[in-house]
């Protein structure tokens, strides 16, 4: 079964903590959360701060997507807002093994990203590390952006590799994902489905969901 991870990049931003109860309430799987710097991405969302104020207002996982330059610099603050998975650009810095690292020496789960023009090889040194790659399927920065299907011959590759060498990294899927595109991505391989948009307009989001633990 894929799982489900609603983007609160696409909810109510005033009511934050009604909004992740109610995904959670509905069947999500985790919690994904988009954590922008205005300089790694030309958007600024949210830090460690408001993570720790959400963290009491649900039980499943929280997936934090770190578009930072340098992430390595904030790892224990994204640590101790209660993240569960940390996930590091590979573009955002040119010591992704300190930051991996220092993921798991803060005893949380580390994940790798790539953008869509990103080459597959720049990560692959790095899954054996990972327990998570997230592949970005637009450009990071925004929600409601279109699915780049170029892309999906990466999903089938970190499949292989996964199948090949018995890894257990788990296979994310970001941006322009909803009940289509996300099920070309789960049968490509993916493991888990981000979604920002077509969860949180869904008028049913019980319902979507349920429908995608179907791919
Ligand atoms: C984009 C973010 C995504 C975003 C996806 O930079 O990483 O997680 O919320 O939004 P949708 O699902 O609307 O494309
Ligand atoms: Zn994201």
């Given at each position: 079964m894929v799982k489900v991870a609603p983007s609160?990049?696409?909810?109510?931003f005033a009511r934050l903590g009604d909004e992740v109860r109610k995904v959670e309430e509905a069947g999500a799987d985790w919690v994904h959360v988009d954590v922008m710097d205005?300089?790694?991405?030309p958007n600024i969302t949210i830090g460690p701060d408001v993570i720790k104020a959400l963290r009491?207002?649900?039980n499943i996982p929280f997936d934090v997507h770190l578009m930072i330059e340098r992430p390595e610099r904030y790892i224990d603050r994204f640590a101790d807002s209660g993240a569960d998975f940390i996930t590091v650009h590979?573009?955002?810095?040119?010591?992704i093994p300190r930051a991996l690292k220092e993921i798991r020496h803060q005893g949380k789960r580390p994940g790798i990203s790539l953008n869509?023009?990103?080459?597959?090889a720049m990560v692959e040194p790095f899954l054996p590390d990972v327990d998570l790659l997230l592949i970005m399927t637009?450009?990071?920065?925004?929600?409601?952006q279109s699915f780049k299907p170029e892309v999906l011959p990466k999903i089938v590759r970190a499949s292989d590799i996964r199948k090949e060498t018995g890894a257990r990294f788990e296979i994310e899927i970001d941006g322009g994902v909803n009940r289509d595109t996300g099920k070309k991505c789960a049968e490509a391989g993916a493991t888990v489905l981000a979604a920002g948009s077509a969860i949180f307009k869904a008028r049913d989001i019980r319902a979507e969901i349920a429908l995608w633990h179907g791919y």
């Open positions: 609160i990049l696409s909810a109510d205005g300089l790694f991405v009491p207002h649900a590979v573009e955002s810095t040119h010591d869509p023009e990103t080459p597959f637009v450009q990071p920065g925004f929600g409601g």
